[in-house]
Every structure is written in C-alpha cells, then in structure tokens.
C-alpha cells in the first residue's frame, strides 16, 4: 500500500546513475510562440507526432526478476505455487523488498481453458498475500507476459505505483497436447479458422510457405523455370536455414538451468524430425509448458533502495494486426530510419509473409528509446521464437536486416554467440545474439510467463549475473548495456517491445 | 483405498485413461494426488452478420463483401461487416470459385478433434478483383502437387453442415 512511511528522496538518489541518457530525451519537442503585446513569447511545450509516443512519464527500473524452471509438467505445483516461487526467489536476498513495499500488482496468464479456474489471476494475488492492493489481470494471446510487463511499466510511469510487481504463469499440462492445440487455436477467428483443422502450426506454416516463395524463390532460385521444382528447392534451403536457428537456441540452452529442452542437435537432426506441418518439424516449434515468472518494477525514487544495479525501460512497444491471416493488407512497409522505400519498390507488405505488428512495435519502442540502428545500439534480443521460421520473420520485422535478407542473415552467424560451440560457421557471431537464453523454442512457453521470463533473462544479461543465476556464465554477453524483450500473439496480431538498458555504471 | 503411485507422470496418465486416479511422487518425494476433471459444453453459435457467407455456400456460392466508399471499394474474400481501411459498410458481392494458392501447408496433425483428418491441406487462396485472400481445406493434391501459384477451383459439400469446410478448393484439372 502507498503508506505514508514511504521515503520519497527529493534528491537524486543514484549517485552513480546515468540521469539523461542522451538517446532517451525527447526529440521533437519545441517551443510553440504566439504574439502578445509585448512580442514573441514562449508559451507552451508543443510535441510533433514524432515525440507523441515518448515518455512523459516518471523514469521505470527493473530492480529484479525470479522464473520457476519451465517443464512439460509440475504436478507438485499449482499456478499460485509457482509464482510464489518465482516470486521468492525474486525478492530473496533484496531485504528492503517486503510484501508491504509493493503497492501492487498485474497478473496474466492466457487462458482459462488451460487453467479451468476463472480469476486465477485473483487466487495468485490471494496466495501471496496481496489483497487489497490494486491488481489487473492481462491477457493478450502469446504476447501475454510481454503486456503484462508494459502495464507493470505503465503502474511505474503514470505515478500510479511506486513499486509493481509483473507476475505471469500458465498451466498447460492439465490437458493433453492436442486439446492444448485446440484451445490454442481458439485464439484463431471460430467462423472461418478453427474448423479448418484448429491449429496454430498450420497457420504458421502457411505464412513461411509464403515467405520462402518472397525471399528464396523469388532471388536465389529465380533462375529455375519449372516453379514446381523451384519452389521445391526454395522451401529444402529455407528448411535448412531454419534448422540452424534450432540448433542455435536448443544448444545456448545447454547452459540454461531453467529451459525446459537444452539439448545439443544436428541441422539433419532438426530437419529428420517429425513433420507437423510443411515444412514445420518438430524441433522447430515450441512446446507447451508449465511455468511462472515475475518482475518487480519500480520508481526511481525508490529502485536504488532494492539494489544498486537498477535496470531501467527506456522503451516500449505494441503493435496488432488482423486475427485473420487472410485479411492481411497487401502495402506499404512502415520503415526503419536505416530503410529506404525504394528497398521495398515491389514488395506487398505485409501479406501473411511478415508481421506488421512486430515491425510496428519496434518502431515505436526504438522511437521513444531513441534507437536508430539496433543492430549496434542492441547488445541481444530475447525474442519470441514460437518458431524457427518467426524467429526468421522477426529479425526483418525488428530492422536487424532488411526484409528479405533474414535468411542470409541467419547464415552469416550474426544472432549467434561467441562463447557456445554450433555445429557450422557462424563468422558474425557475437554481432547481435538472439535468444541467448535458448528462447522459447528450448526454454519452453508457458504463455502468460514467457514475456516475462524474457524480461528476467534480460534483467540478468544487463545486470552481468547470468553466471550467479545460471550456475554457467556461458550465455552471459559481455558488457551488454542494452537489450530487448519481444512478445508475440499468435500469427503476430499482436506484439510487444521493450528496451531495458543497464541503468548505473559498472 | 489409497491410488495407486507413480514417479513417472506417462504412468500417471495412463492410470487415468484407465479410469482411474493416481498419486504422482517427484523427485524431492513430494506426493500428488491427480483425478480427471472432465468438461464438455454446447455453444449456441451464432453467424450473425457473417451468416450470409454459410448460407451461400450452401447453395453453391462464394460471397465476399465490398467496401461500399467509392474511393475505397475494397473487395474483401473473407467476408466483413465493416471495411477495415475505412470504415464504411460493406455489400456482399459474389466472387469467382476459380483463385490460386496465395500459401499453402500440409497439416500432419491438428487440434484434437482433427486429429483423425490428418493428413490434411490448408491454402490462402487469392482471387481476381479480390484484395484479400480466404483461408481453405484444398483436396485432391498432395505435398509434392502444390506450389504458390497452382490454379485451384471451388467444390461445395452437396448436404452443407454450415462451416467453413462446406467449400473446399482443388487443382484446376
């Protein structure tokens, strides 16, 4: 509860923090002037539509982050146990952070179905004790947790809390995995999708399909007349490259303690297993999880009470797109400042080939983070690999590399890491690592939590205490400042962005 | 009687198939007593305003809407109340049962009550004067068959259950 004991320092309480981050200041701001009689006089701040989407509000900090490790099944744990110990191990250690410093809390999880308890987000408010504090349970698809962690945010910013705490979860294991398909794909429009066969994958697949015809067919195999034959070798290249991206989070999670499938496999591994839906295999595709994870958000006038290695959001993001993969618009692509329209002169954007809203929630949270080239001003991304071909799609979406270029991309090695072995060159390795964690392709996703499990890896990697948290400093990226949490709801009709940047000096 | 313990939950589920209940024990020894909890419901599932493009396919026809706004006049082949670039009202408008697959997939599995379909083939099929595509099951053609671009055409279920699955599309013999 916002009780009056709280201290409030008027004065800047991070000696040492970074206080203007000069990428984060509002462009665009500037003087309106109107006549008066005495002259020319400044009266009020007018923003452009450029700087509407920047913060005015109050400064956001991560001060820490708990995950339970995510497994097929918990059976010795309901959703309240697990956040609750999600929740422990975030505020363990931290003394100053008591059940009665958080003024409240945002809970999600995606579906009731899976849980078979309406208001779960009430039981988990109740089993840690929270009541009457202020609560919003969110849901929002795949990007559940990514909301979650935007609306614990928002409490932060608007002045409406001082101390949030974000937790999601889900329980997926109480029904077996092709019902789990069904109520996934519930999420899919009743009238036209379902019943076509009511399952994610197949709409996944129809949009990487549809991809590799863009940016394989079209470019490398233009040269094949016979489209049959082009087409078929177009999708065995896309395939190949796909499988590296599993490899690549299926080994980084070797070094993950909490991810639910480490394991260490061949690009033929990934391409002999079992077919789901051309030309989907199957560790290609997350898998359903049990699992809860939190973060504790705070003012800045009382982050450095909890620690002295503050995290702070300097950017957020959303963006939607249609429910329907059919009712995708065939446009313009809303551009990166590194893009030109004339990169794009014969591309309909987005088709079912990408995702508008990914694009459309970068923009947004690198404008108001004052990104301009995330490549080099990123130090990872944690992103939401439901697959091997979205991740693909969304190294084009977030600017990493032109659309059409995600493939090679992929190739030359640069979402990949340094420090972790891969069965194949990867010359660019260490340019921009994605999915250090494993992301959800190994780590699992159990929805409502997957955000902000992103959100507490990312926390770690900017805080530098991956090796305490992971018993393995493998996956830590060296000196990472800066780093973003990507949130996707299924066939990207929504997605989330968030920018977390190291907020001391080391 | 007590159920009978499991350290394995395949174990666990097995029991219950079987009817039963179990207790599941974790490697940290904890017990868990795990029952079956069945639900099942019947919706009453209204078309509403979509419920012109069911009742054409029962008789044979494919309607999209059009954008009633003359500067917009978006043709929509998955049918919409409302445009969604501006707004206006839409009409239905008959569209051609000939498209090509914009994308499509061999589906190996699907949800439960698909399970037993598999395998099966999905298709965006796009259509002249049409602006947006239609989501499909595509027949008569396997995985080595398709390619973006194949010619495909319109077959309807002569006894209509009133669903999506009333129409199908098939390669332009």
Known sequence: MAGPSRVRNSIDPFGKIIKDAPLARAEGTTLARSKTKTGVRERKVVRSSRSRSQSSGRRVYMVTGGVTKFAKAHPAMDFRLMVRRAYDYALKGIPNLTKDRI?????????????????????????????????????????????????????????????????????????????????????????????????????????????????????????????????????????????????????????????????????????????????????????????????????????????????????????????????????????????????????????????????????????????????????????????????????????????????????????????????????????????????????????????????????????????KHFGDGTLQVKNAHRGAIHSHAGTGSAVTVSILERGYRP | MTPPKFTSFRDVMEELDRGGNAIFIDKSGVESLIIRSPYAIQYIHSYAEDSPFFLGLAEGRLRGSKCTKKSCATVYATPRGHCMECGSPTVWVDLPTRGRLHSWTTCHFGSEAFLKETPYNLALVEFEGADSLLLVRLKDCTESDCYVGMPVTAKFDPNPKYSITDVWFVPVP
């Open chain 1, 103 to 467: 003024d409240g809390t945002r809970i999600s999880y995606f579906s009731d179905h899976f849980t078979r308890q309406l208001k779960a987000a009430s039981m988990v408010q109740d089993y840690l004790g929270m009541n009457p504090k202020g609560s919003i349970r969110l849901e929002w698809g795949g990007a559940t947790g990514g909301e979650c962690f935007q609306a614990g945010y928002e409490a932060v910013a608007s002045g409406r809390m001082d101390v949030c705490l974000a937790a999601g979860f889900e329980t997926m294991s109480r029904v077996a995995t092709w019902k789990g398909n069904e109520f996934i794909a519930l999420a899919s429009d009743t009238n036209f999708d379902f019943p076509l066969g009511g399952f994610y994958t197949g709409y996944y697949a129809l949009m990487v399909v549809r991809h590799i015809y863009e940016y394989i067919r079209r470019t490398k195999f233009a040269h094949i007349t016979d489209e049959r034959e082009a087409q078929r070798q177009a999708v065995a290249e896309g395939s190949r490259i796909m499988s590296l991206v599993s490899v690549k989070n299926h080994l980084n999670a070797l070094h993950n303690p909490y991810a639910q499938y480490p394991k260490s496999l061949s690009v033929q591994d990934v391409l002999n297993s079992e077919m789901i839906s051309y030309p989907l295999t199957r560790e290609q595709i997350c898998t359903m999880s049990d699992g809860a994870a939190v973060a504790v958000l705070c003012s800045e006038s009382v982050a450095r009470e909890f620690t002295d290695k503050p995290i702070r959001i300097i950017g957020v993001g959303t963006g939607t797109d249609t429910m329907r993969l059919a009712d995708r618009p065939f446009g313009k692509v809303p551009l990166m400042p590194k893009e030109k329209a004339s990169d794009y002169t014969h591309l309909e954007y987005p088709g079912v080939h990408s995702f508008r809203a990914g694009r459309a929630a970068g923009l947004e949270a690198y404008r108001m983070a004052g990104i301009t080239d995330p490549n080099r001003e990123l130090n990872f991304i944690e992103l939401h690999d439901a697959y091997a071909s979205s991740e693909i799609q969304t190294y084009e979406d977030l600017g990493l590399c032109k659309y059409g270029e995600g493939y090679d991309f992929t190739e030359r090695g640069d979402p990949f890491l340094t420090s972790v072995r891969y069965p194949f060159p990867t010359p660019n390795a260490g340019a921009i690592p994605v999915n250090p964690s494993g992301g959800l392709i190994a780590c699992g996703h159990p929805v409502g939590a997957t955000g902000l499990m992103q959100a507490v890896f990312a926390f770690w990697q900017l805080q530098g205490s991956v090796k």
